[in-house]
């Protein structure tokens, strides 16, 4: 099972920014196809990005243009920076990884966006 814990949430005003920070433990992360999810109060957890092994990166619609996934291998870490946020964001954000076929969580981070 592979550890993963998530940084840099936090509350932030309507238009705001915000970069959150995902540290995976393994020694094959360059494997990892990388995402972050989001869940909020009430409501199914969402896609919110994915980037894979190869760069690869796939967005849910109301993120593209706003939200940009990236990661470092060299550091074990996947980031989204996340822009121009909406009072709708607000949600707690999970990292998943997925290497050869098993899927891990973290913990989450909560993001708040409010006036």
């Known amino acids: 099972q592979v550890q993963l814990v998530e940084s840099g949430g936090g509350l932030v005003q309507p238009g705001g920014s915000l970069r959150l920070t995902c540290v995976a433990s393994?020694?094959?992360?360059?494997?990892?196809?990388m995402g972050w999810y989001r869940q909020a109060p009430g409501k199914q957890r969402e896609l919110v990005a994915t980037?894979?092994?190869?760069?690869?990166?796939n967005y849910a619609d109301s993120m593209k243009g706003r939200f940009t996934i990236s990661r470092d291998n060299a550091k074990n870490t996947v980031y989204l920076q996340m822009n121009s946020l909406k009072l709708e964001d607000t949600a707690v954000y999970l990292c998943n990884s997925r290497i050869l076929g098993r899927d891990s969580w973290g913990q989450g981070t909560q993001v708040t966006v409010s006036s």
């Open positions: 393994t020694s094959i992360f360059r494997l990892a196809i």
């Open positions: 980037i894979t092994d190869g760069g690869s990166i």
